[in-house]
C-alpha cells in the first residue's frame, strides 16, 4: 500500500492569524522601504543644496555688495540704535 503525503496537523495560530500577521508584515516592510527612501532622497537634496548656496557665495565675493542678505553677503550688518537716555 503506497503511503500518501498528509499536511501536518501542528498548528500554533489559526489561518485568519496568520493571514493577518502577513498582512501586518508586507505593511510594515513597506513603511520601512518607504522611511529609507524618503531618507536618500532628503540626503540627495541636503547635498545638492550645499553645493548650490557655496556656489552662491562664490558668485557674491566676485559681484561685491550684490550678494543677499544673510550671513557671508559681504555688506555691513546695520548697528544697533544707540540707547535712549
Avoid: C, I, Q
Wanted: net charge positive.
Amino acid at each position: 500500500m503506497p503511503r500518501t503525503l498528509r499536511t501536518s496537523t501542528f498548528r500554533m495560530f489559526s489561518p485568519a492569524v496568520v493571514g493577518w500577521a502577513v498582512v501586518l508584515h508586507f505593511a510594515s516592510v513597506g513603511v520601512v522601504v518607504s522611511g529609507l527612501m524618503v531618507h536618500v532622497y532628503m540626503g540627495a537634496h541636503f547635498k545638492w543644496w550645499r553645493d548650490v548656496r557655496l556656489a552662491e557665495h562664490e558668485w557674491a565675493k566676485t559681484h561685491e555688495g550684490t550678494a543677499p542678505e544673510g550671513e557671508g553677503s559681504g555688506r555691513p550688518e546695520p548697528k544697533a540704535a544707540p540707547p535712549a537716555v
